[in-house]
């Protein structure tokens, strides 16, 4: 088994994929999304009869869990443990908020090609923003502190930036912001 711990927009849904290819292993993307009962029973299935599985992990998904998820466990079973994340984390920021917004007003969904420019209003981003980047940030800080603290040998840091194609568009949305985004918030 291999676990990708991530966080959203950071190319994961496509990195995954590409792993499932080359190891020739079933890809079950993120396992606890959404917290529902077919995704936990389907972990389970899998966890305990077979090996050749791929799992994405986001904290956001995986601490809502009740009951808790024995993240040891599954990182203790997992062959590799691939901590993916993004080194310019601004611009993960926009583009998650982005894409937050973008679901929440249009009902455009994460993967969706569009070419249309969306300009978030500054009501919204009043409203959403710094709450938004205190959770975004705090979910980073769980993560990194996952990774310093896990006692395995399989475990590893990919960045996206090195992974994908300057012409992966998908980090890029065509999206603006009508008052400049404050990245100088107290955490």
Known sequence: ??????????????????LAKAFDYENLGEVFFNNTIANKFRLKQQFNNKNNIIIK???????????????DQIFNKSEKVIFLL?????????????????KNTFGIQWHDEF??????PKEYINTHWETFVRMYSNELKYITELYESLNISTKTIVYTEDIVAKEFNKLKRPIEFEIPLNFNITL
Request: aromatic share 14%.
């Open 1 to 18: 088994m291999i676990t990708v711990v991530t966080l959203g927009r950071s190319a994961s849904t496509w990195y995954c994929e590409q």
């Open 57 to 71: 992990l986001t904290p956001y998904e995986w601490k809502r869990i009740n009951p808790p998820v024995n993240i």
């Open 86 to 102: 993004r080194k310019d984390f601004e611009q993960q920021l926009q583009s998650e908020f982005g894409g937050r917004y973008l």
């Open 115 to 120: 070419d249309e420019t969306y300009v978030i």
